[in-house]
């Protein structure tokens, strides 16, 4: 194979887009390498530190979603009062904002894993921003339905947009560990958000909630424009081939303008080829991500993941109602009762990551295959359900025990240090076992994870939806504890679809792919 061999792509930082060297030409045609030498190759020219800070940026940016969708909450009052309207009218915004949660990422998705990530970025930001500005300014209520709506289809998509960054950078053989960092912000954002809205909204009045989050929203976005590489891997391969001009951030073009006044003096020539021949950009099909949820493994893992995380869903909606009946907490208050379950996620994202790769290479030892973290391991005979859900199995059964001991803890109206307690404990459950889930969906769809994670965001935020509004009518109905016995026992019900998974997984995906395969000849015979 002719070009540069792999130990050169790691020689003179000064040579590279993101301080790595580009491939030769004949390495950036990748269909014409054999899948030996592909395999050969690491799989990331990302260093670790880059990775990292690449992935915890990723993981920052999908704080947005679920911060806005809660720092809107100590203000509804308010709002109510000052646009004149009921509280069933501002609700209603609520419900809006979960539905375009759920829809939008189908969209952007399918965009990012056609069209890029950082163009993907830019677009949320851009019309995220923009939404909030709206509403800082919001003269009627029309106006605040309206661009509620436009704020969560900007903020929606960066949790999917996250996923699928992991994908691009981290291998089967790491992504346990990084995945975890995917997960904070789902619980974080909850946490932070009312406790942020909550004091916005008594010292600044609400219209500060929306000024806040615009200008929050604008420092990331320069971030992004200054420093966020591309990391989608049919625009940039595994980071080292320079993107079209487009994609590339404004640090990537000062660098290659001081490379190319330092040229004269590089002791080692090196192609400026660029993919913009090779790259084309393909409209994104948004029914991409629902046709997965009838994949037959996607379906079973998504659908049982959602119910899980439905879990959640019913303790935060419930939290405050019954915590300021019970222990007479205000909004603030209120809000710092979410802390506990952020730092449980917290938890599980350091620990539970490094259990997920630890088995992973027990399960490579046991089958005889080499266990290297830089390079992606072919998983198509690999039984990687087992390698994730033998770690998941074990937290969703921690997270059923405290989800029905915080039930009944403030059922029984114990001292609020215990459902505190629990409440940490079963962020460690819950975040812990959909960390495990997911990296599961990345490893079944490497070459679509901006679509996969659509398709889970649908899903989550549907049954999430259906979770919320349930859960005060079941408390009403049979009381606090056994309204939350009822949520614990779908997850012990559910176990059979885990160990279905398990044992059938690798043949579901064989399956798919023989069928996926003959419908390309049926095309290519047309």
């Known amino acids: 194979m002719g070009g540069a061999t792999p130990d050169q792509h790691h020689k003179d930082d000064i040579e590279s887009v993101h301080t790595l060297p580009e491939r030769q030409d004949s390495e950036q045609h990748p269909d014409s390498e054999t899948e030996e030498e592909q395999q050969d190759v690491p799989y990331s020219s990302f260093t670790t530190w880059q990775k990292r800070l690449i992935v915890l940026a990723a993981a920052t940016t999908a704080l947005f979603s679920p911060m806005t969708a809660q720092i809107y909450f100590p203000a509804l009052p308010a709002i109510a009062k000052d646009l004149n309207v009921t509280t069933s009218q501002i609700n209603l915004t609520v419900t809006t904002y979960m539905i375009f949660q759920g829809i939008t990422p189908m969209f952007i998705g399918s965009l990012a894993d056609s069209g890029g990530r950082r163009p993907a970025y830019v677009v949320c930001f851009t019309v995220y921003i923009a939404a909030n500005i709206g509403l800082a300014l919001a003269p009627s209520y029309g106006a605040l339905l309206g661009l509620r709506c436009l704020q969560s289809a900007g903020s929606a998509s960066t949790v999917a947009l996250c996923f699928a960054v992991v994908a691009d950078v981290v291998t089967s053989a790491e992504r346990g560990q990084y995945i975890g960092l995917t997960a904070v912000p789902s619980v974080l954002g909850p946490a932070l958000g009312p406790v942020i809205g909550g004091l916005l909204a008594e010292f600044l009045g609400w219209r500060s909630i929306f000024w806040f989050l615009a200008i929050f929203a604008g420092v990331g976005l320069f971030l992004i424009v200054m420093f966020y590489p591309e990391t989608c891997r049919h625009i940039v391969g595994d980071g080292s081939i320079r993107p079209p001009l487009m994609y590339r951030s404004l640090w990537q073009i000062l660098q290659l303008r001081r490379r190319k006044r330092d040229k004269a003096g590089l002791t080692r020539q090196v192609s400026t080829a660029s993919t913009t021949n090779k790259f084309k950009f393909k409209a994104p099909n948004v029914l991409e991500s629902i046709l997965m949820l009838f994949e037959k493994e996607t379906g079973f893992l998504l659908g049982f993941s959602s119910i899980c995380f439905a879990g959640f869903y019913c303790v935060a909606t419930a939290m405050p109602t019954l915590f300021a009946e019970i222990y007479g907490f205000n909004e603030v208050e209120n809000g710092l009762m979410f802390l506990p379950m952020a730092a449980g996620s917290v938890i599980a994202a350091f620990i539970v990551g490094s ?87 990345i490893d079944i769809h490497p070459g679509k994870p901006g679509t996969a994670s659509a398709a889970n965001n649908l899903t989550r935020c549907l049954v999430g939806a259906g979770a919320s509004a349930a859960i005060i009518p079941m408390i009403d109905a049979m009381g606090i504890g056994w309204a939350f016995t009822l949520v614990g026992g779908l997850y012990v019900l559910g176990c059979p679809i885990l160990i279905a998974l398990m044992v059938r997984g690798v043949k579901w995906r064989e399956e798919l792919r023989v069928k996926r395969e003959r419908k390309e000849k049926a095309k290519q015979a047309l």
């Open 355 to 441: 259990f997920t790769n630890r088995n992973y290479k027990r399960h490579c030892d046991k089958l005889g295959i080499p266990y290297e973290r830089s390079k992606q391991q072919d998983l198509s005979a690999f039984p990687i359900e087992r390698a994730r859900l033998e770690i998941g199995f074990p937290l969703l059964m921690l997270a059923a025990v405290m989800v029905i001991s915080w039930g009944w803890a403030v059922h029984a109206q114990t001292h609020v240090a215990v459902p505190c307690v629990l409440s940490g404990l079963m962020g460690v459950g819950i975040v812990g076992f959909n960390n495990t889930t997911n990296s599961l969906l």
